[in-house]
């Protein structure tokens, strides 16, 4: 099982970002996936989270109405879009493979993380 983030970077407060992740290894279509996050000296914080076949979204009450999850099974990749971006949504942002096929948030792999930085 391989989870391949990309799409981060150094972008200004107000602006916005697409994630993505791509998977190998493992039937996609078969697992509920999540994005999970971890700030400069702080802890993992979950951030969204998508069932096999999209129909049951979750976010983090301080996501909702900014960021959208999404995945295209076809493709086998997973997407974040991050609009309306702050200061403290700087982070390393983490890909996750879920153990079933709705969210359960127990996830068995994790991806290298990819970097977005929010700043002016």
């Known amino acids: 099982v391989q989870l391949v983030e990309s799409g981060g970077g150094l972008v200004q407060p107000g602006g916005s970002l697409r994630l993505s992740c791509a998977a190998f290894?493992?039937?996609?279509?078969?697992?509920?996936m999540s994005w999970v996050r971890q700030a400069p000296g702080k802890g993992l914080e979950w951030v969204s989270a998508?069932?096999?076949?999209?129909?049951?979204?979750y976010y983090a009450e301080s996501m909702k109405g900014r960021f959208t999850i999404a995945r295209d099974n076809a493709k086998n990749t997973l997407y974040l879009q991050m609009n309306s971006l702050k200061s403290e949504d700087t982070a390393v942002y983490y890909c996750?493979?879920?153990?079933?096929?709705?969210?359960?948030?127990?996830?068995?792999?994790w991806g290298q993380g990819t970097q977005v930085t929010v700043s002016s």
């Open positions: 996750a493979k879920d153990t079933e096929y709705v969210p359960k948030l127990s996830c068995d792999y």
């Open positions: 290894g493992f039937t996609f279509g078969d697992y509920a």
């Open positions: 998508i069932s096999w076949n999209g129909g049951n979204i």
